[in-house]
């Protein structure tokens, strides 16, 4: 590519029987100097959108002659759940978000990962994959970085990377390698094997799923654009907040009786030790579940589909966090 220009494409995945190519759009946006290389990841899941939009609306806004190094935008991993409406490819069924590096001798998902993370791992300095909380939750825009044990990225690194996108909560996740909050590999997650690389990455949560939000669509192209100041990809100051929340602790709370689960919190709040969350009420009218924490405990993301069966989730909440500051 010349300095200064911006090219469309397609990443190869695979074929469908129709003979249809399946494949990943990408957005290459070169700038008229050499620098390091940002990499806007949209979606891993297919139901949640505002990530898609997000990275769209972020490369339609960039001049590349105003560039140095280049920026790489691929708004989503999966076009076929995206393409399904659901969060995982109705071929396999499998989360994406847990088949990094990826490989191609299994399921389609494996291919996805492969085709993905094959351009990442040679040409990204930094990585932001988007991603929503599922379309049964609200939620607040947040924040998640993982830390890779003795790798080159530090968390202050990330916390501060974080704090472009104003964060509602940082969380880190220290339940990498089989201890996960729900079952799962979150080895596989694409920022986990970004850092493993010596890349910085972490992951962005815009809201809900299948449900366009203008306003953290905005909050996330204004934290992209800081990310890239940050970078030295962008010219001009990032914009930042004094301190950001950051959880050390979370977890999702189950319920043990099916029925209607109808909460008594929003998302962002802080819950005091032993206030009510919500109550499961059947459809005979009696209250069978009543659920409580016993510490303080801030939401991160409250169900609102009301219909739950036994060991449904019906929130996720931080239940230890800490103010960091920045110079
Ligand atoms: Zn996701």
């Known amino acids: 590519m010349p300095p200064g220009t911006r090219m469309q494409g397609d990443i190869p995945v695979g074929t469908m029987s129709s003979g249809a190519n399946i494949a990943l759009p990408?957005?290459?946006i070169k700038g008229t100097t050499p620098g390091p290389?940002?990499?806007?990841?949209?979606?891993?899941?297919g139901a949640e959108v505002n990530g898609v939009v997000?990275?769209?609306e972020f490369g339609r806004r960039i001049d590349p002659e105003s560039v140095t190094g280049s920026i790489i935008i691929t708004p989503t991993a999966n076009p076929?759940?995206?393409d399904n409406h659901s969060k995982t490819a109705p071929q396999d069924l499998l989360d994406l978000d847990q088949n990094f590096p990826g490989e191609t001798s299994g399921t389609v998902t494996g291919h996805l990962a492969n085709a993905l993370f094959d351009?990442?791992?040679?040409m990204a300095s930094c990585l932001v994959n988007l991603h929503t909380m599922g379309p049964i939750y609200s939620s607040e825009p947040y924040c998640i970085y993982k830390i890779w044990p003795g790798g080159k990225v530090t968390e202050a690194q990330l916390l501060r990377m974080t704090s472009?996108?104003?964060?509602?909560?940082a969380c880190r996740r220290i339940d990498v390698g089989g201890t996960g909050e729900l079952p799962g590999n979150v080895d596989g997650a694409l920022d986990y094997q970004c850092l493993a690389r010596g890349i910085p990455a972490f992951m962005v949560e815009l809201g809900q799923g299948s449900w366009y939000t203008p306003q953290n669509v905005e909050l996330a192209v204004r934290g992209l654009m800081s990310l890239g100041r940050h970078l030295g990809i962008l010219s001009g100051e990032p914009v930042a907040p004094a301190k950001i929340l950051r959880a050390t602790r979370r977890q999702w709370i189950m319920v043990r009786k099916g029925g209607l689960f109808l909460s008594t919190c929003d998302a962002k709040e802080i819950v005091p030790a032993g206030q009510l969350i919500g109550r499961v009420v059947t459809l005979k009218g009696e209250v069978v579940e009543e659920v409580r924490l016993q510490v303080d405990s801030f939401v991160i993301g409250i169900?609102?589909?009301p219909v739950v069966h036994t060991g449904d989730r019906?929130?996720?909440?931080a239940t230890e966090w800490d103010s960091v500051g920045f110079e």
């Open 26 to 28: 990408v957005t290459l």
């Open 37 to 45: 290389c940002l990499w806007i990841n949209g979606q891993v899941h």
């Open 54 to 56: 997000a990275a769209v």
């Open 80 to 82: 076929l759940a995206l």
């Open 119 to 122: 351009q990442v791992r040679t």
């Open 164 to 169: 472009y996108f104003w964060p509602s909560m």
């Open 303 to 305: 169900r609102r589909d």
């Open 314 to 317: 019906i929130g996720l909440f």
